[in-house]
């Protein structure tokens, strides 16, 4: 027990011994002897029964125990463990014989009431007293009182509060059923945070002040123009930047430098000055260097590791990373060469054996151990996802060779089926055994929502406009009949469902996919298939509603393969697909075809190669990167189907499209030119995460697309074209065309010029996009993920390559904030900025935009 619950107890104890002591003179009582209890009586302020109290002091009647001692003692402790009792004293009231008479006095423990929380703001104080378990009803012990006290002054003081103080009092209340019963009163007073106005050094000649400010990340000297790293003063901070130091010394050959002294002056302006005394040592460089115990690889392979050379300077820091970077749990270093090839229990430690003249040799003494083989390997707390579908993820097998890396690359597998809280995936190594050569090993899981639900409504385009999606994420299609297995539908097996149901009166919208991520069950080849159908109609001006004579039909079909591959490496996949799409128009005349009563066809192979190693939150990564390139193929029917494109175009480029039979004659000729859809479409986009400090990451990405022709006198088509500009969702697509987001301008506004220097309407055949996003956590919990970012991008679309230039962009930056919930997918807000002007808009700049995101990241 804490030292302040303890005092009570002790004190009790003397003044037990003392009463047993003065009675003795007054008695036949003999101080050591055993005695029979004959009788234990209760007293005191208790809204226990006298039985209750007794059997927690575990004394007994017709018991022997000596007097004084331990059974006394025990009694006591067992009563204050109990953290129902306060004042607990034993007396001896008398003696007959051989038997005592004992009497327990005590009272209750004060139950807590009501609390009143001043000094911080309404929002927080649940907050306080959920952490400190500050319910109503809880018994109030000095240990708590303490305990609380320490956590808030220690938690702001965390914060930069310094000076933050908690106090707290007890006020006890009269109670109808005389339960010792208080209010408290917790007066937090956080003070002023409190900034670094300097940092002095003293007895540095080698490194200047600069590089040692540098060097401690986390507390830094105030600074106006700082905006993003704050100056305020956090005591744990600053005893880690105090090691960071001396690893700077280290890196530059500095084995020896040390700090002297460090203290802490309190400024009257509320700031603190920190004055850092360094002894520096003397400058010292790598000599010899040799391996001891190695049997397993040679003196050249370990070296080449090593990478560190005689005569290079001295660095300790690199010296430790290279025999084992804890930061880095898949690291270049000598502990992962060994432990990625089973030798688990392997240990390589770095021995200085000589120093003289400033150089240190140096031997890496190994301990190779046995070969480690998993004896099992287990996984826990999947109570939705079938056990099929978690050991196909995994790299670890039992009877396999122990390797670290299978091991982390287990759980970014498990972590991006998305089934699990990536945050929580554990490992529990058990029963090691180094001369057996063999290891348990349990992965751990917690279960999240995979399903998600959207369902909204609004309006827009003219009245009201409806949406219907179901995605189940981890569906089990053999249960689909299976009435047992709906909870609330057949789950486990991996496979996703997605059904869409989007309407208007003026479009209708459906879509069902299907995905099975193991074909067979036996090797990681996904199959999806989708279906689609979609309806839009004219808007007739007379009556304000949609004319159902006048439609414009899309239905799709797709089916596609994807498999992993093990070359170059195992994080590449190749896709392959075949879709087909027929369009069907009827009296649909708009300026986007030139005849309204005709169809088209797209038949296309899509291939697409892509590689993806972000670890290891898919909603969240920290590294890695994922790169995809596409290209769409239709055939190329111009060359084997009779038609004479040439004479088409001369004769449509001679059409004057306001004489009604010459734009009748055209219609038929485009019809001709897209009875069946020819081109081709490349696609590549990639994206980079990395940690910059702390939980901060950054991402850069890079898109580019382009749509081109087979044949030039048939020319490039008016569907699948790219739309730039806005948030990316578009509401549905009528011509395959492809929504890119462009944060800071409107929807679609990125339009290319025509010759005339015209805004067109039919999207870009070209187009590239650059974006940098620095993101950061607010929390990563499984019930929500939210993390903010800030943004810039800049993307430009052309129709040709003549006039294409990469760089003329239309930029923006901005900040935005992103909430996934596992039953909604991801929502998002983001307040974006255009610096230029939009194509055919004038000079006058895009402004802010306000984008709201749904089910998609940037």
């Known amino acids: 027990m804490p030292f302040k619950a303890n005092t009570k107890y002790f004190l009790a104890l003397i003044v037990t011994i003392f009463s047993l002591s003065t009675f003795a003179q007054e008695t036949t009582f003999t101080k050591g002897n055993k005695y029979t209890i004959a009788e234990i009586t209760v007293n005191g302020n208790s ?40 004042d607990i004293d034993i007396y001896l009231l008398k003696v007959e014989g051989s038997t005592a008479f004992l ?3 005590l009272s209750d423990l004060p139950e807590l009431n009501d609390i009143k929380i001043t000094g911080v703001k309404k929002g927080k104080k649940e907050t306080i007293i959920k952490e400190n378990k500050l319910e109503k009803g809880v018994k109030v012990t000095e240990n708590l009182v303490t305990t609380t006290k320490n956590y808030l002054q220690n938690k702001y003081k965390k914060d930069g509060f310094y000076n933050a103080k908690a106090n707290i009092n007890t006020i006890e209340i009269a109670d109808s059923l005389n339960k010792a019963k208080v209010n408290m009163v917790l007066a937090i007073d956080k003070g002023k945070k409190v900034k670094v106005k300097d940092i002095v050094f003293t007895g540095n000649s080698v490194l200047p002040e600069n590089k040692l400010r540098n060097a401690m990340k986390n507390t830094k000297k105030r600074n106006y123009a700082r905006v993003w790293k704050r100056s305020k003063y956090i005591e744990e901070d600053y005893k880690t930047d105090l090691t960071s130091l001396i690893n700077k010394y280290k890196e530059n050959g500095y084995r020896d430098a040390r700090i002297l002294s460090d203290s802490l002056v309190v400024n009257n302006d509320n700031t603190v000055s920190l004055n850092i005394n360094l002894e520096e040592g003397e400058k010292y460089s790598f000599g010899d260097i040799s391996f001891i115990g190695n049997t397993v690889y040679t003196d050249e392979i370990l070296k080449r590791v090593l990478r560190i050379k005689k005569g290079e300077t001295y660095n300790g820091v690199l010296l430790q990373e290279k025999i084992a970077d804890d930061s880095r749990p898949d690291g270049d270093d000598l502990t992962n060469l060994y432990q990625n090839n089973g030798y688990l229990f392997s240990t390589i430690n770095p021995v200085e054996i ?30 939705v996802t079938n056990d099929k579908v978690i050991y196909r993820e995994l790299r670890t097998r039992p009877g396999q060779l122990y390797s670290k890396a299978n091991v982390v690359r287990t759980i970014r597998e498990l972590s991006q089926l998305g089934f699990f809280d990536a945050e929580q995936i554990s490992t529990d190594f058990k029963n090691p055994n180094p001369n057996e050569g063999t290891i348990d090993l349990q992965y751990g899981v917690v279960e999240t929502g995979s399903s998600q639900i959207e369902l909204q409504g609004g309006y827009g385009g003219g009245g ?3 949406t219907l999606g179901l995605s189940f994420n981890n569906f089990s299609i053999k249960n689909i009949l299976n009435k047992d297995a709906y909870k609330p539908v057949p789950r486990g097996d991996g496979q996703k469902l997605a059904l869409r149901l989007q309407a208007s009166k003026f479009y209708q919208t459906y879509s069902f996919s299907f995905t099975e991520p193991w074909l067979g069950g036996k090797k990681p080849v996904q199959f999806s298939t989708s279906i689609s159908h979609s309806k839009q109609f004219l808007y007739d001006s007379s009556t304000g509603n949609a004319d159902k004579d006048k439609r414009f039909n899309i239905t799709g079909i797709s089916v596609g393969l994807a498999k992993r591959l093990s070359v170059p490496d195992d994080y590449f996949t190749l896709s392959q697909g075949l879709s087909f799409q027929h369009y069907d128009l009827k009296n649909y005349n708009t300026g986007l075809f030139t005849f309204g009563d005709g169809y088209s066809n797209n038949l296309a192979y899509t291939i697409g190669l892509s590689r993806n190693n972000t670890y290891n939150d898919p909603i969240f990564p920290t590294g890695g990167s994922n790169f995809n390139i596409t290209a769409k193929l239709s055939l190329p029917y111009s060359l084997f189907n009779n038609v004479d494109y040439s004479a088409l175009a001369d004769e449509r480029d001679a059409l004057d499209l306001t004489d009604t039979d010459d734009y009748e004659r055209a219609g038929e000729i485009d019809q001709e030119r897209y009875k069946m859809l020819e081109f081709y479409k490349i696609k590549f986009k990639a994206d980079w995460y990395t940690k910059v400090v702390g939980k901060l990451v950054l991402r850069p990405s890079l898109e580019l697309g382009f749509l081109g022709a087979y044949n030039n006198d048939r020319g490039v088509i008016p569907f699948e074209r790219f739309f730039l500009g806005g948030d990316g969702l578009g509401s549905y697509s009528l011509d395959g065309r492809e929504s890119i987001a462009l944060r800071g301008y409107e929807n679609q506004s990125i339009q290319p010029l025509d010759d005339n220097g015209n805004v067109t309407s039919d999207g870009g055949s070209i187009y590239n996009k650059f974006s940098l996003e620095l993101r950061y956590p607010i929390t990563l919990k499984p019930a929500a993920k939210i993390y903010m970012l800030g943004f810039l991008e800049g993307g430009i679309a052309y129709n040709n390559f003549h006039d294409y230039n990469p760089f003329d962009l239309k930029r923006s930056s901005g900040l935005g904030l992103r909430l996934f919930m596992p039953a909604f997918g991801l929502l998002g807000i983001d307040f974006g900025y255009g610096f230029d002007s939009v194509p055919g808009q004038g000079s006058q700049v895009s402004g802010w935009q306000t984008h709201f995101i749904i089910g998609q990241q940037f």
């Open 47 to 86: 809204s226990f029964s006298e039985q209750t109290i007794i059997t927690y002091s575990g004394l007994r009647k017709g018991s022997e125990i000596q007097i004084p001692g331990e059974d006394i003692s025990s009694a006591i402790k067992k009563l204050w463990n109990s953290n129902l009792f306060n």
């Open 103 to 105: 009497e327990i006095r």
């Open 354 to 383: 000589n120093a003289e003249g400033n150089v240190i040799d140096m031997e890496i003494r190994i301990s190779e151990g046995k070969p480690t083989y998993f004896n099992s390997v287990t996984v826990t707390g999947n109570d």
């Open 464 to 466: 009201f406009i409806g």
